[in-house]
């Protein structure tokens, strides 16, 4: 019996899991399409102000501005070494 419900308990988490894991629909893949450009393109800004000679606090300022609500962090979803 000990076995038994092992297993019922083993398929419903196996369940749950897969139903989670479901790919996303034409209009999100589209969304995520419309947030990594997005995020692209704020990162180009913040290596063009680099280039501009600006100061890397400023820079990632203007990063912060121009990424907000796209990505998790302060750094629009990326972060390197320093």
Same mark, same amino acid.
């Given at each position: &019996? !000990? !076995? &038994? $419900? ?12 897969? $139903?989670?894991?479901?790919? *996303?629909? /034409?209009?999100?893949?589209?969304? /995520?399409?419309?947030? *990594? ?12 102000? $680099? ?5 890397? /606090? ?11 609500? $796209? ?6 979803? &990326? !972060? *390197?070494? *320093?």
């Amino acid at each position: &019996m !000990k !076995k &038994m $419900l092992l297993f019922v308990l083993s398929v419903a988490v196996f369940a749950s899991v897969s $139903l989670a894991a479901e790919k *996303h629909g /034409d209009k999100e893949t589209k969304e /995520d399409i419309q947030r *990594h450009r997005a995020m692209a393109a704020a990162h180009e800004g913040a290596a063009k102000c $680099l280039e501009a000679g600006k100061k890397e /606090d400023v820079c990632n300022k203007e990063l912060q501005a121009a990424c907000k609500g $796209l990505a998790i962090g302060k750094y629009c979803g &990326m !972060k *390197h070494e *320093h």
